[in-house]
């Protein structure tokens, strides 16, 4: 497995107080959380401050950790030493707040720590009897709006503890193939029954997958409305007339009524996500101008100034 | 190795969940949701608890709301105020796709 340098994560020094740890995890925290961050790849990088802050967060962990000592580097091949034991294995420390999603830590982390729950509380955990039914698995997939659109098979990976005859824990991964249906919303969840981890006693809790949807060039995703910006031109808004819209399902012909303002909105029903009923598409008319670098298209704007008598300032005053 | 497909079931596609559904999903007890809902984070159609209805996207701000509480230490005030300066971002950021 790989090493991970835990203080470069953070981007703090090896002598960095307690303190100076938590306050460089909560910026990054902030600045990563998925439902906040714009950054790219933000779950990931969420992930790794909150493995590194579950790691030098806690004393305990943080002392085993450095005594591994400063020659590694991250992505150099590790194994632990051995003999090794884990400070605090299993057991968390209490944060004010704790650190990500219900513990995904990677390899190398339990390698080091154990496997312990991160100190979140689950509401599974409660209700179920967690060493014999098993419990929720809670994860997330990222589409294109192009696969909400039409559905789509996912390939995912999960990782699950298996138990062997013992009693034993070891971590496996486990592949799922899940259909995704056609007119998924954004932060959608899709429950699948019995596909959870499994319990000691075999048997499985569900699996929530939450559905998110990239970011789109064109289109931004609100429930199952799509909005657009639509360039026209300034005939096309003065006089009106059909245009061509682009929707996901190809391009559509679309009536714009003669003397549309700048930023009029208008409605393409039934042209969003599919559903009963269907999203609409809405466009937002936003008037391109031609260039004026020919002195044909010179010609024609200064017959524009002179013909059309036109003072956009003049409610101004100016 | 072929994995056969699997198909679960959408959540909230009827429209609604229960606060039984919204709870587990979000994996937190119902006085969490009592206390979100309080603040305002989202307003469930039915009068009493035991009847309450949430809209998809009702159960979607209650879920941000609980995330950002529990990974970015805000508490339920604070959760309120960060949906609702989010959503005014993403109304922005369209008008100036295309600047």
Partial sequence: MEFKDYYKVLGVARNASQDDIKKAYRKLARKYHPDVSKEHDAENRFKEVAEAYEALGDPEKRAAYDQLGSGWRTGQDFQPPPGWHGGGAGRTHAHEFTAGDAAQFSEFFESLFGRGRGGFASFADSDHDASSMGSDHHARIAIDLEDAFHGATRQLSLREPKFDASGRVTMQERILSVRIPPGVRSGQHIRLAGQGEPGRGGQRGDLYLEVVLNPHPLYRVDGKDLHLTLPVAPWEAALGGEVEVPTPAGTVSMKVPANSANGRRLRLKGRGLPGTPAGDLYAELQIAWPPAHSEKARELYRTMAREMAFNPRKAMGA | ?99
């Fill in chain 2, 1 to 99: 190795m072929r994995h056969s497909e699997l198909t679960g079931t959408l959540l909230g596609e009827q429209g609604v969940m229960t606060l039984a559904q919204v709870c587990r999903v979000c994996r937190v007890r119902e006085e969490t949701i009592v206390e979100l809902v309080a603040e305002g984070i989202t307003e469930p159609a039915g009068t009493e608890q035991g009847q309450w209805w949430f809209d998809p996207t009702g159960a979607r701000r209650l879920h941000i709301a609980i995330r950002l509480q529990r990974d970015l230490g805000v508490n339920p005030a604070g959760a309120a105020l960060a949906l609702d300066l989010m959503e005014e971002i993403d109304r922005l950021a369209v008008r100036v796709q295309r600047g």
